[in-house]
């Protein structure tokens, strides 16, 4: 599954296209996602995206500044 910038970002619920946030309150261990919008994302699909995340924040050189 492909995510835009612009169905990711705060903003994204203005955007038909958005598939809901996901909350962290505890990095990589405690977290909730909120559907919301026309579409929402099955479990696999979650865990998919919090992998992608945590890749990013374990691998600072990947960060554009």
């Known amino acids: 599954m ?11 619920k203005q955007d038909p ?3 809901g946030y996901i909350t962290f309150e505890e990095p990589d261990k ?5 559907a ?3 579409d ?3 479990s696999r699909d979650v865990q998919e995206i919090i992998e992608q995340i945590t890749e990013y924040r374990d691998s600072p050189q990947m ?3």
């Open 2 to 12: 492909m995510y835009t910038e612009n169905m990711l970002s705060p903003s994204g």
């Open 17 to 19: 296209r958005s598939i």
């Open 30 to 34: 405690v977290f909730s996602y909120t």
């Open 36 to 38: 919301d919008g026309r």
């Open 40 to 42: 929402e994302l099955n």
């Open 63 to 65: 960060w554009s500044i």
